[in-house]
């Protein structure tokens, strides 16, 4: 997807990452995205948020209760109609 979007250069996928060098990777990063369709509540929302990330998360994010608006964006649950 994100080579499809040519912003592959720009995005690195960790995988599984340990416990000791999290903190590094969430102050490394520029901005945190959770984009699930479902999650109970997102502890790593509110890690990326303590790192002093902008968070980008779906409605679905239980952890968006924790969020202010100022600094969070909302994504719509439903999919854009694609143009014809």
Known sequence: MAADAGISSNIIFTGPVSREKLANIYLAGDIYMMLSKFDTFGMVVLEAMAA????????????K??????????????RPKPHT
């Open 52 to 63: 002093g990330l902008p968070v980008i998360i779906s409605r679905n994010v239980g952890a």
């Open 65 to 78: 209760t924790w969020c202010v608006k100022a600094s969070m964006d909302l994504l719509s649950t439903t």
